[in-house]
Antibody, heavy 118, light 105 residues
Framework: QVQLVQSGAEVKKPGASVKVSCKAS????????LHWVRQAPGQRLEWMGW????????KYSQRFQGRGTISSDTSANTAYMELNSLRPEDTAVYYC???????????WGQGTLVTVSS | IVMTQSPATLSVSPGERVTLSCRAS??????LAWYQQRPGQAPRLLIYDASTRATGIPARFSGSGSGTEFTLTISGLQSEDFAVYYC????????FGQGTRLEIK
């Protein structure tokens, strides 16, 4: 069955970087794009960007362009999301999600809590 | 594209029928999905393309609408349906609504 398993919770200081992983199984990793979505406490879901490991394409929302990097390791069926220059307002649960050809998300990782605090 | 959901919170009793609304700031055609999120869990896809139920979703969930106005209807509310519901457009990049919380009356 399709599974997306994310790395564990992180606590970071302002200005630091964080890298969250998302290991896929149960399907062809290179056949689907993986997106990253975050949810700050009490806030709506916020789309960050995506990667298609099969064709090497990645795109970011304007808010994360320049501060976020999405990458993948096809040999490990794993995608990564790295966010730099962390601020307290980056405290959120970060999700990876598989996108269907239609553009919606049919499978989600369990979420990774990133806490940014001095 | 800004997605606006209403109401923010809905208090209903089990067994009732409820309708949740989602409005887009510009047309998203039928490129609209609905998700359910229970506390401490990831969102779960319910409806895509505005009205198509995702695999394994019970028939009591139905979606309708196109353009800028969309609704999610849940008939015969069950205890497991009390959660937060989000709409998402994927016509132009991706944005989500702020959510509607369904709580037990």
């Amino acid at each position: 069955q399709v599974q997306l398993v994310q790395s564990g919770a992180e606590v970071k200081k302002p200005g630091a970087s964080v890298k969250v992983s998302c290991k896929a199984s149960g399907y062809s990793f290179i056949s689907y794009s993986l997106h990253w979505v975050r949810q700050a406490p009490g806030q709506r879901l916020e789309w960050m960007g995506w990667i298609n490991a099969g064709i090497g394409t990645r795109k970011y929302s304007q808010r994360f362009q320049g501060r976020g990097t999405i990458s993948s390791d096809t040999s490990a069926n794993t995608a990564y999301m790295e966010l730099n220059s962390l601020r307290p307002e980056d405290t959120a649960v970060y999700y990876c999600a598989r996108v269907t050809s239609a553009g919606n998300f049919d499978y989600w990782g369990q979420g990774t809590l990133v806490t940014v605090s001095s | 594209i800004v997605m606006t959901q209403s109401p923010a919170t809905l208090s209903v009793s089990p067994g009732e029928r409820v309708t949740l609304s989602c409005r887009a700031s510009q047309s998203v055609s039928s490129n609209l999905a609905w998700y359910q999120q229970r506390p401490g869990q990831a969102p779960r896809l319910l409806i895509y393309d505005a009205s198509t139920r995702a695999t394994g979703i019970p028939a009591r969930f139905s979606g309708s609408g196109s353009g800028t106005e969309f609704t999610l209807t849940i008939s015969g509310l069950q205890s497991e349906d009390f959660a937060v519901y989000y709409c998402q457009q994927y016509n132009n990049w991706i944005t989500f609504g702020q959510g509607t919380r369904l709580e037990i009356k």
